[in-house]
């Protein structure tokens, strides 16, 4: 990567806690430099040193495969050392509030600190009180804006664009931290967004985000580019919102009959984990001419690195003090 690179990506901010705040231009650039890496891990040699001397720690209060393990290679494929803080033997455990476990780890001096935490708010809390930058990778219902950049990476890469295109997200949107991020990032972006769920599920703003609202699958999945669907997140569920896990798939379970209302060449997508049977048939998932939920986990580690490449430059510069 040469020096006259660095000049041109500016991006002016200190943590990356959601999209919301994010500039169009800022996700195009985040966007653009996923490309580079999207590309150099397909090659043979995906070692890079841009972020040698660093140090990485992913802290993840809540269960996680694709995002602890792309932020993790992310990191290590930039050349970076990558610690990965486990809830279930650290002294969380013993009773040590969220605040003094990041204080603990800040007096290690890491560069960049990687949280998960399923309450809505708490990353934002804790980059407050933390000297290194720090990357939200989904704060209970709230944000998870490289869920949000990898989707949008995927759905540029095959649909060669964002703004114009309409996209269905369907299922649990109340409890999903997904959605939000991608509301805000595809609003920005110029899309047309949609969301399709049972009354119940639908958060009371959703119509004041500029999105458009539908309780049937059918007619709003009509003529749409993009199906994002999404996992019920039962964890963050107190109490009944749909009868029956049957009648769910039934009326909002994914399946080639409701698929034939969007474009022909509609993709579908979902962040994973999946929950086949539920909301999505597992012959509609395993579609691969027409699903890209593995390329969107390839996206995933490109877009990570796009990421902690961009905060650790700016980490330089503060550094220099001239930021
Ligand atoms: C999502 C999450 O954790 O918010 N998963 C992910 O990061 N790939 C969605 C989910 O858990 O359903």
New binding site residues.
Partial sequence: MSDTASDVLDFPHRHLLGIEGISSAEITLLLDRSEIYVEQNRQADMKKSILRGRTIINLFFEA?T??RTSFELAGKRLGGDVINMSVATSAIKKGETLIDTAMTLNAMHPHVLVVRHPDSGAVNLLSEKVNCAVINA?DGSHE?PT?ALLDALTIRRRKGRLSGLVVAICGDILHS??ARSNIHLLNTMGARVRVVAPKTLVPAVAERLGIEVFHDMNAGLADCDIVMM??L?SERMHGNFFPSIREYFHFFGLDYEKLGNAKEDALIMH???MNRGVEIDSEVADDYGRSAIREQVEMGVAVRMACLELLARNLSKIELGNL
């Fill in positions: 996680s694709r995002t989904g998870h869920q931290r997904v999404l996992r997140q962040p994973g984990p």
